[in-house]
T-cell receptor, first 108, second 113 residues
Framework: AQRVTQPEKLLSVFKGAPVELKCNYS??????LFWYVQYSRQRLQLLLR??SRESIKGFTADLNKGETSFHLKKPFAQEEDSAMYYCALKTSYDKVIFGPGTSLSVIP | EAQVTQNPRYLITVTGKKLTVTCSQN?????MSWYRQDPGLGLRQIYY???????DKGDVPEGYKVSRKEKRNFPLILESPSPNQTSLYFC????????????FGNGTRLTVT
């Protein structure tokens, strides 16, 4: 079955602390993985995709096929990082499956 | 500016009164999709379309209809809305290229009383 899990519904960290948002997936094919972010009252927007291996707003994510994970990391959290984060899997049939989301709160 | 435009942003209606939420994209994307977002449930796909005249059910299609007569438009139709369809709805589009991301609209907050 194709599935994306994000075990933490809520995650609170202090400003300046490292943050890791977990994402695991279940998919037998070759996955395309994305992180989307939704700031308060705004549309979802792309944060990262695994293929680009870039750092956006200090965030990075590495695809680990052995552990079927795509965790999102940032070494030093900022207040403006407070948002809802969704991990998403795109299948070979272009269907996109979202995880349930993790709400990140950065405490000043 | 490349964008996905949804209208209206807010809609309050009564049970059983047919409504349509419009979605339009100007990026010539093949793929379009509708999601609903509910607290604790995340994003759930309602319907999607791979191209003109090609639509398919997502995970929660009951009570919804869509059409894709033109590439740029993908309206969501609620023939007989019910209170359990009160939600935040997002339209999204993407190209069919490998690893292309979704582009989302601003959302439509629907309340059915």
């Amino acid at each position: 079955a194709q599935r994306v899990t994000q075990p933490e519904k809520l995650l609170s960290v202090f400003k300046g602390a490292p943050v890791e948002l977990k994402c695991n997936y279940s998919y037998s094919g070759s996955p395309e993985l994305f992180w989307y972010v939704q700031y308060s009252r705004q549309r979802l927007q792309l944060l990262l995709r695994h293929i680009s291996r870039e750092s956006i707003k200090g965030f990075t994510a590495d695809l680990n096929k052995g552990e079927t994970s795509f965790h999102l990391k940032k070494p030093f959290a900022q207040e403006e990082d407070s948002a809802m984060y969704y991990c998403a899997l795109k299948t070979s049939y272009d269907k996109v499956i979202f995880g349930p989301g993790t709400s990140l709160s950065v405490i000043p | 500016e490349a964008q996905v435009t949804q209208n209206p942003r807010y809609l309050i209606t009564v049970t059983g009164k047919k409504l349509t939420v419009t979605c339009s994209q100007n990026m010539n994307h093949e793929y379009m999709s509708w999601y609903r977002q509910d607290p604790g449930l995340g994003l759930r796909q309602i319907y999607y379309s791979m191209n003109v005249e090609v639509t398919d059910k997502g995970d929660v299609p009951e009570g919804y209809k869509v059409s894709r007569k033109e590439k740029r438009n993908f309206p969501l139709i609620l023939e007989s809305p019910s209170p359990n369809q009160t939600s935040l709805y997002f339209c999204a589009s993407s190209s069919s290229e490998h690893n292309s991301p979704l582009h989302f609209g601003n959302g439509t907050r629907l309340t059915v009383t």
